[in-house]
């Protein structure tokens, strides 16, 4: 029994970090809670705001040594921190790719922290949740329902995860003992404009990325041309070479491009390669309406794909995922089971599926709980209904530019991405870039709206990627009129 270990040490102190008095901190933290709640309600009045020089210092105390009282803390983080957001949440935040995060996550934040759960593995709640969101990925994306899959940081993370699978094929398991030093000539297939995140992959995986074979891209939709990467394909075959992959992009990151996934999925199993989807927003377009959910078609044949939660589908930061339809080459590319973590007959230990099994993290968050929360409280639907309105806003900003004498459409816009720029008359080249890069800073210091840039065939442009669930047509319009008048105030 329990009761008969003599204790034989005083417990004089209190040294755990559990508050010392739990109703100051339960009346501290419902002051928080509500003012998380306030920045949510009023997300149209906090755009984006510069990093001056007293917030810098607010966000860099020295090294803590001693204790400050909740209140103080509740404070600094209302006062210092939350103000200086990186303004996605606002309804004109149109950068990067950025989604715009739901009340709903908030309740599965705090939910996940109180319980903070190792995701790697074992038996335990959290592990049933992100089966749960697997299997409704796997549906979604008609993936068989055997396939395997895993939460991640984000797509870049899915995406070393898929080509380490995809190697497993080509070269065989050994290659996770062995190494690639002996490995045939690799070579993998994009289109121009790829993600960054491939190139970090290959280069992370040790192959470099110089085995990219970027592939141009052509029509309307601006997917891979299929007859060059033929040609590509067959050429490095006679030359002896292995294909590792074709990466085909569903969204791309500069236009909201998408690759003919039928065609390539065609290629794929003619030469028997492995085809990798990067579909970190534009996957979700086959939630959208016709015509945009058109664009997705053939998805369900790749062998892995990776898709973001925190990009179309507003999730908070972050999570991403991959999809692997061969759950066995996923499993036996990762899997290890030293006895510290060997899996047990019963109890805590047990469980017949361990996610550090699946990839490299041993301790795992529960990044599943947002999209498991946030998914049932607003249904499948209201995510189509998004992604349907930003294909259409997108398409709506390009008529605007299309109409406007100040701005010229650049790409069309395929999905929900719009990119264009100014070009007045008496500028060159260089001023030009330069031109657009500043109107692009100096809406953002104004508040007014949030675009990034890109370059396309040498020309800066400005670039809109709407992933946006806040976004009204007032909004691109208000957008557009505020580039317009700031041009016109430059000129
Ligand atoms: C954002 C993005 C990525 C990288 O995804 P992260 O979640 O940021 O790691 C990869 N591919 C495309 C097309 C993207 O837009």
Redesign the pocket.
């Known amino acids: 029994m329990i009761s008969s270990v003599k204790n034989k040490r005083e417990d004089s102190s209190q040294s755990d970090l559990d508050p010392e008095n739990w109703n100051d901190f339960r009346e501290q933290a419902h002051r928080l809670l509500d003012a998380c709640i306030d920045r949510l309600e009023n997300a149209k009045d906090t755009p984006w705001q510069p990093v001056d020089e007293p917030a810098r210092q607010a966000l860099s105390p020295p090294l803590p040594k001693t204790p400050k009282d909740t209140s103080e803390i509740v404070d600094a983080l209302v006062n210092d921190v939350m103000p200086y957001a990186t303004g996605n949440t606002h309804p004109r935040f149109f950068g990067w ?1 950025h989604g715009g995060g739901m009340a709903s996550c908030l309740l599965a934040e705090m939910t996940a922290s109180v319980m903070n759960s190792n995701c790697g593995g074992r038996n335990h709640g959290a592990i049933y949740v992100e089966r749960c969101v697997l299997d409704w990925c796997k549906e979604i994306f008609n993936f068989p329902s055997d396939a395997s899959g895993l939460l991640t940081v ?3 993370q899915a995406t070393v995860l898929a080509l380490v699978a995809a190697r497993s094929r080509v070269l065989g398991l050994d290659v996770r003992q062995k190494g690639i030093g002996n490995a045939p000539p690799l070579t993998v297939y994009c289109a121009q404009g790829t ?1 960054s ?1 491939v190139q970090k992959a290959l280069q992370v995986i040790g192959h470099g990325s110089d085995i990219l074979r970027e592939v141009e891209t052509h029509g309307i939709s601006g997917g891979m041309n299929i007859s060059v990467l033929r040609g590509h394909i067959e050429q490095d075959l006679a030359k002896g070479c292995v294909p590792l992959c074709i990466v085909a ?1 569903a ?3 500069n236009t909201g491009a998408f690759d003919d996934l039928n065609a390539i999925a065609d290629l794929c199993a003619e030469h028997n390669i492995w085809l990798h989807v ?1 579909g ?2 534009g996957a979700w377009a086959t939630l959208a309406d016709a015509p945009w959910s058109g664009l997705t078609a053939g998805i369900e044949r790749a062998d892995s794909l990776a898709f ?1 939660f ?2 179309w589908m507003s999730v908070q930061y972050d999570c ?1 995922a991959i999809l692997i339809r061969d759950s066995k080459l996923h499993y036996d590319s990762f899997s290890m089971r030293p006895s510290y973590l060997a899996k047990q007959k019963s109890g805590l230990g047990g469980g017949d599926l361990w996610f550090c099994d699946f990839g490299t993290d041993l301790s795992r968050g529960f990044r599943a709980l947002k999209v498991w929360t946030a998914l049932q409280e607003h249904g499948l639907d209201a995510f189509s209904k998004v992604i349907t309105e930003n294909c259409q806003h997108a398409a709506y900003m390009a008529e605007l530019i299309g109409a406007s004498e100040e701005l010229t459409l650049a790409t069309p816009a395929v999905s929900n991405v719009c990119t264009f720029y100014a070009a007045p008359e008496d500028m060159g080249k260089d001023e030009i870039n330069a031109f657009n890069e500043g109107i692009v800073h100096q809406l953002q210091r104004d508040g007014h709206v949030v675009f990034s840039t890109t370059k396309i065939d040498g020309l800066t442009v400005i670039r809109a990627a709407i992933v946006n669930h806040r976004t009204r047509f007032e909004d691109i319009d208000f957008a557009i009129n505020a580039t317009i008048e700031l041009i016109n105030s430059e000129k």
């Open positions: 790719v984000g797509t870049s993600h995140c992009t969204g791309s990151v990067d970190a927003f973001d925190h990009k991403g």
